[in-house]
């Protein structure tokens, strides 16, 4: 039964490349489509993916990939938040400079990016070092991102908080990276809390963390987890009824 009707404009980043399409659709929320709608609609697959819990995400790629895919719990979040988008990745390499246009790459990838995009940033050695504050912040909550996951510190937080920017880090910090860092690229690889992110992944984010979704795997994955979800949300009134998470668990098969 179709729930609730949305509009959105999607930004779509091809990997390794500072392209972005953008594409209007009328969305129809938790209404699980086939593997060969999701393949065809990546619209639809974004959102798909804004409706289902990380914890189910990371599951089912354990079940699937027999691989980890979620951030360390060092990633933590400015404020209780809840999002998914594509992944455009920025990497700062640590380099004492004077360079006034050291990081300005840095600037120019947010505006390359769009509606759906996620900016996720490794800053080398930089838990102490802010990546990213209220300016970019901003910028990025203009321009329609989805939120930012920093592998580093994040600064401005009354600014962010205020505009419901959600951003995920290693903590704040009051410090900066000018003249202490130097661009490194854009949507190229990266490791950030613990985990590869390429360009065009699926970032899926809420209260239990951060979790990336290889973009050759992502329909797969979100069918299991749109299983996972529905097995473990129909197990917490029967536990309530019933008393038993034992019973519980030989009649749905999810713990």
């Given at each position: 039964?179709?729930?609730?009707?949305?509009?959105?404009?999607?930004?779509?980043?091809?990997?390794?490349?500072?392209?972005?399409?953008?594409?209007?659709?009328?969305?129809?929320?938790?209404?699980?489509?086939?593997?060969?709608?999701?393949?065809?609609?990546?619209?639809?697959?974004?959102?798909?993916?804004?409706?289902?819990?990380?914890?189910?995400?990371?599951?089912?790629?354990?079940?699937?990939?027999?691989?980890?895919?979620?951030?360390?719990?060092?990633?933590?979040?400015?404020?209780?938040?809840?999002?998914?988008?594509?992944?455009?990745?920025?990497?700062?390499?640590?380099?004492?400079?004077?360079?006034?246009?050291?990081?300005?790459?840095?600037?120019?990838?947010?505006?390359?990016?769009?509606?759906?995009?996620?900016?996720?940033?490794?800053?080398?050695?930089?838990?102490?070092?802010?990546?990213?504050?209220?300016?970019?912040?901003t910028a990025m909550f203009s321009r329609e991102f989805a939120g930012a996951v920093v592998d580093?510190?994040?600064?401005?937080?009354?600014?962010?908080?205020?505009?419901?920017?959600?951003?995920?880090?290693?903590?704040?910090?009051?410090?900066?990276?000018?003249?202490?860092?130097?661009?490194?690229?854009?949507?190229?690889?990266?490791?950030?809390?613990?985990?590869?992110?390429?360009?065009?992944?699926?970032?899926?984010?809420?209260?239990?963390?951060?979790?990336?979704?290889?973009?050759?795997?992502?329909?797969?994955?979100?069918?299991?987890?749109?299983?996972?979800?529905?097995?473990?949300?129909?197990?917490?009134?029967?536990?309530?009824?019933?008393?038993?998470?034992?019973?519980?668990?030989?009649?749905?098969?999810?713990?």
């Amino acid at each position: 039964m179709l729930k609730r009707k949305n509009t959105i404009v999607f930004g779509l980043l091809i990997s390794g490349l500072a392209i972005t399409t953008f594409v209007t659709a009328t969305l129809y929320a938790d209404t699980p489509l086939s593997a060969a709608d999701y393949d065809h609609d990546p619209v639809r697959l974004l959102q798909a993916y804004r409706h289902v819990e990380a914890a189910s995400v990371s599951d089912a790629e354990e079940q699937l990939l027999h691989e980890r895919h979620y951030m360390s719990h060092k990633m933590q979040p400015i404020f209780p938040t809840k999002f998914a988008g594509v992944a455009l990745t920025v990497l700062l390499k640590k380099e004492e400079n004077k360079d006034p246009n050291a990081l300005s790459g840095m600037l120019s990838a947010i505006d390359s990016g769009g509606a759906g995009s996620v900016y996720v940033m490794k800053v080398e050695d930089g838990e102490d070092i802010a990546g990213m504050g209220g300016l970019m912040g901003t910028a990025m909550f203009s321009r329609e991102f989805a939120g930012a996951v920093v592998d580093g510190g994040v600064r401005d937080l009354p600014q962010l908080k205020k505009i419901g920017f959600p951003v995920y880090s290693t903590g704040s910090v009051p410090s900066t990276s000018v003249s202490h860092y130097r661009f490194g690229g854009v949507n190229v690889p990266i490791e950030v809390g613990g985990t590869l992110v390429n360009a065009g992944d699926i970032v899926v984010a809420d209260q239990d963390g951060v979790v990336i979704v290889p973009r050759a795997q992502a329909t797969a994955v979100l069918l299991l987890a749109q299983k996972l979800d529905d097995s473990e949300h129909s197990m917490y009134p029967y536990i309530e009824k019933f008393h038993s998470i034992v019973d519980a668990v030989r009649q749905f098969g999810r713990i």
